[in-house]
């Protein structure tokens, strides 16, 4: 009877923190992907309640561990302030069992956190991801239209055929290109009609710009690549240190066709972010020793999310003796004191990754958090005993 009450006032208070928790984080990725919502209201609420239902379980995989903290140090602290142990020991009920309870629940809760962390949360966050880029290519022409332009970043990290080729064309003594616009003025679905491409370095400064008379187009959602093929072309570079609205070149280049099609990478398409990976393929990915690179990153991964899903159970053997102690002098401070065993998992975590990131085990740094609450639970109890 008492080991059932135990459970359900602990299902309660943590239902509540992780679903507080829940909406935040919800809340978070919806001002995140705010264009993508507005978007997907101009189809029909339907979408949009599909969006946000895909990212809960995603959120579900923080909120759990976080919120069990909360719940689990407040409780505590609750139970020893109000002298609720005292009671149940006067009972003659041991502390062990009061102690299992609490490990059953924690346990339970973590292999809820495990299949949120491992398959749920990432495979409906990969189904967010795809929705959410099918939604901005569908969208392409309305941005078009709605805001006279679109712009895309070009990501430095990868050496593509567009950096090449724009490398080339501005010359080595130029700045990197970090950005590109595209505004048109007469299009469909195929054709574009005066198209105008700026070309920005990392300060925001144009480098050049580039107008097309007709451009054929051709969309590959598969690949996240939007083609362009050039015709009717003017150029007008831009000399290095110069305002392009000051005059910054009197040079202008006429090529009737551009010899290859401008590919700009707009989204990731169909390849799959390791993240976003199910716990099986993300495994066969961790044992593929073709590609080394791919997997040490992919165990990584794998021993994050496990050692994420598995906190509540380690935390748990922390926080009871801890909790106990501070619950005979103030209750509100066993609060303060999960919130702080939470931003330490994670600060701690974070850490020992980027620490450790040069070292073949370091697919093991996330665990390290767990290993220490584990190590001053046990000496804190060594302590109690002497």
Not at 15 to 36: Q, S
Not at 264 to 273: A, F, M, P, Q, V
Not at 336 to 356: E, K, Q
Request: proline share 2%; charged share 20%; with cysteine.
């Amino acid at each position: 009877m008492l080991n059932r009450h135990i459970i359900w006032e602990l299902f309660k208070a943590t239902f509540l923190a992780v679903a507080v928790l829940t909406i935040l984080l919800l809340y978070g990725n919806l001002t995140r992907y705010e264009d993508v919502y507005f978007k997907a209201m101009d189809q029909s609420s339907a979408v949009v309640l599909e969006l946000s239902f895909l990212l809960v379980p995603y959120a579900l995989s923080m909120a759990i561990p976080f919120g069990f903290t909360i719940a689990l140090a407040f409780m505590v602290g609750s139970w020893t302030s109000n002298r609720e142990f005292l009671a149940i020991k006067a009972l003659g009920i041991s502390s062990f069992s009061v102690a299992r309870s609490v490990f059953i629940f924690s346990f339970l809760l973590s292999i809820m956190g495990l299949y949120c962390t491992l398959e749920w949360g990432p495979v409906s966050r990969a189904k967010f991801d795809e929705m959410r880029e099918k939604i901005l290519w569908e969208n392409l022409s309305y941005l078009l239209v709605e805001e006279g332009e679109i712009s895309f970043p070009i990501d430095q990290s990868k050496d593509s055929n567009l950096k090449r080729s724009l490398k080339s064309l501005l010359g080595n003594e130029s700045g990197e290109i970090n950005r590109v616009t595209l505004s048109v003025k007469e299009f469909s679905e195929q054709i574009w009609q005066n198209l105008r491409i700026t070309l920005f370095d990392n300060e925001n400064r144009i480098q050049m710009v580039i107008n097309s008379g007709k451009t054929f187009v051709t969309k590959s959602f598969d690949k996240g690549f939007l083609s362009l093929d050039l015709h009717e072309v003017d150029l007008e570079p831009v000399h290095q240190g110069t305002d392009f609205f000051r005059g910054g070149s009197d040079l202008f280049l006429e090529i009737s066709h551009w010899k290859q099609p401008m590919e700009l990478e707009i989204s990731e398409g169909k390849k799959k972010n390791l993240k976003r990976l199910s716990f099986f393929e993300l495994l066969n990915q961790a044992t593929d020793l073709e590609n080394l690179e791919e997997s040490r990153r992919s165990k990584s991964i794998l021993h994050k999310n496990t050692a994420v899903g598995m906190s509540p159970l380690f935390i748990t053997i922390l926080l009871l003796p801890v909790s106990t102690l501070l619950g005979r002098k103030e209750g509100v401070l066993n609060l303060f004191f999960g919130i702080v065993i939470c931003v330490s998992f994670y600060a701690i975590g974070t850490i020992t990754a980027n620490l450790l990131e040069t070292y073949k085990w370091s697919y093991l740094a996330w665990w390290t958090p767990n290993i220490l609450f584990l190590c001053s639970s046990l000496f804190l109890i060594r302590s109690s005993f002497r």
